[in-house]
């Protein structure tokens, strides 16, 4: 497999879109196109039992082939980063499982390859979660329920940002929020290395009513294939780049 670029959408929002086409499907659409989508949904810490709409964070993972995580405020920061973590491991797998089944077959899968050798390749994955190139577009739910959340929001994505940093591949990183004040989705930070000049952008933002999630996933999967337009334009800043899972 060749190094390529690992691309993950990381929703975090409280559940209960309602606006909007059914996030579970865009969610699907951006899979196809490579991009795996993550939903942390969180908890107020003195909730003592999941609401409804929390389940949607549960189907929309699914369907774009990432993974949920339901977190009270106070732990969301280790989530952010395992979640994140995680779904690079758990995509890296599924590139190398797709490998394996064209060089040995399509009945054999990583768990039926005996320990030793299936030591090894998790040693590749690993290796490779190092060093592949990771886009994260991060898409926060800022409707009105999630008002007192954004603070702890802001501190774990300043603190992933530095959890990623130890990394040797090069990471990226850009912030939209939803519902906006004049379209359903709205630039925060644009892509940057870094997140800790988040502290200057979060104040800013406003919480509104709606919870248009399955527009904002959408145009989310947009915006991942609006860059890759300007890097083709950019070849000779970033020459030989491959995207992967193509």
């Known amino acids: 497999m060749k190094k390529g670029t690992l691309k993950q959408i990381l929703l975090i929002t409280d559940g209960c879109s309602n606006k909007g086409e059914d996030p579970s499907v865009t969610a699907a659409l951006a899979q196809q196109q490579g991009i795996a989508v993550n939903v942390i949904g969180i908890l107020d810490d003195d909730q003592t039992e999941e609401p409804e709409g ?16 339901i977190v009270y405020k106070q732990a969301l920061s280790q989530t952010v980063q ?5 779904a690079m491991t758990q995509t890296i797998q599924g590139f190398v499982n797709q490998e394996l089944k064209q060089i040995l077959g399509p009945e054999k899968d990583l768990e039926e390859i005996e320990p030793d050798k299936r030591g090894e390749i998790m040693e590749v994955v690993e290796d490779m979660g190092e060093t592949c190139d990771l886009e994260v577009l991060i898409l926060v739910d ?25 990394r040797i591949g090069r990471n990226r990183f850009c912030i939209y929020h939803f519902p906006g004040r004049r379209k359903e989705m709205e630039k925060v930070l644009d892509w940057s290395p870094k997140l800790d000049s988040i502290s200057s952008v979060f104040p800013k933002l406003s919480s509104g009513g709606i919870t248009p999630t399955g527009p904002a996933i959408r145009e ?7 860059k890759g337009l300007l890097r083709s334009l950019r070849d000779e800043d970033e020459p030989g780049m491959e995207e992967a899972g193509h």
């Open 82 to 86: 395992m979640v994140t973590k995680q």
């Open 220 to 226: 989310a999967m947009y915006q991942f294939g609006k």
């Open 142 to 166: 800022t409707s009105a329920s999630m008002h007192d959340k954004l603070p702890t929001v802001k501190e774990a994505l300043v603190d992933l940002s530095i959890s990623l940093n130890a």
């Open 54 to 69: 929390l389940q949607e964070v549960e189907d929309i993972a699914n369907s774009g082939g990432g993974l949920s995580q």
